[in-house]
């Protein structure tokens, strides 16, 4: 059973509105808690991530949001950009295996000049 | 800059050939993964290692084994090619023991034929 979901397969966003992310996770043990972008051909690239004891973290045009109680995660690109099309995954890690990460499936993210 | 190298981008290879891949990182990095990525699966990790000489299995083993003869060196071995490890293969690295954003490869498409 997965325990790291992301439920849209893909989103389409006009260029300059938001992109939102979302990412469910299963397991309350998830301490940290990662987002990752990757272009076709190339390996993933961290972008941004979350202490669980934070429920936002920015970077630039990149915010991740962390709900606990929900155990949901978003990250929302503000504005988003034609070179934001990407796929992107979010990542947990659990204190109990500080160093290895489990990924969810991804969403391709399309933005459109 | 971390730099991951998989040593090859694309192979092709006959059901029942023994495989290698391998994957060099330049940054004396303790940690090493290898992940398959599949559509609608995300990343899944097969095998990882936190010291030379040391591995432990990921969540999808079977199938395969791993090498780590020095720090900087990772090979995935497919024992005996079969058309269901036709895969995108990614390498990543990281360092030491706390949590810590993982560095990819560009990644190897195999395709077993």
């Known amino acids: 059973d997965q325990q790291v979901k992301q439920n849209s397969p893909s989103l389409s966003v006009q260029e300059g509105r938001i992109s939102i992310l979302n990412c469910d996770y299963t397991n309350s043990m998830f301490d940290y808690f990662l987002w990752y972008k990757k272009y076709p051909a190339e390996g993933p690239t961290f972008l941004i991530s979350i202490s669980s004891i934070k429920d936002k973290n920015e970077d630039g045009r990149f915010t991740v949001f962390l709900n606990k109680s929900a155990k949901h995660l978003s990250l929302h690109i503000v504005p988003s950009q034609p070179g934001d099309s990407a796929v992107y995954f979010c990542a947990v890690i659990s204190s109990g295996s500080a160093r290895q990460l489990t990924f969810g499936s991804g969403t391709q993210l399309t933005v459109l000049p | 800059d971390v730099k991951v190298t998989q040593s090859s981008r694309y192979l092709v290879k006959r059901t029942g050939e023994k495989v290698f891949l391998e994957c060099v990182q330049d940054m004396d990095h303790e940690n090493m993964f290898w992940y398959r990525q599949d559509p609608g699966l995300g990343l899944r990790l097969i095998y990882f290692?936190?010291?030379?000489?040391?591995?432990e299995k990921g969540d999808i083993p079977e199938g395969y084994s791993v090498s780590r003869e020095k720090k900087e060196r990772f090979s995935l071995i497919l024992e005996s090619a079969s058309t269901n490890q036709t895969s995108m293969y990614l390498c990543?690295?990281?360092?030491?023991?706390?949590?810590?954003?993982?560095?990819f490869g560009d990644g190897t498409r195999l395709s077993i034929l």
């Open positions: 990543a690295s990281s360092r030491g023991q706390g949590i810590r954003a993982q560095h």
């Open positions: 290692s936190y010291d030379v000489k040391m591995k």
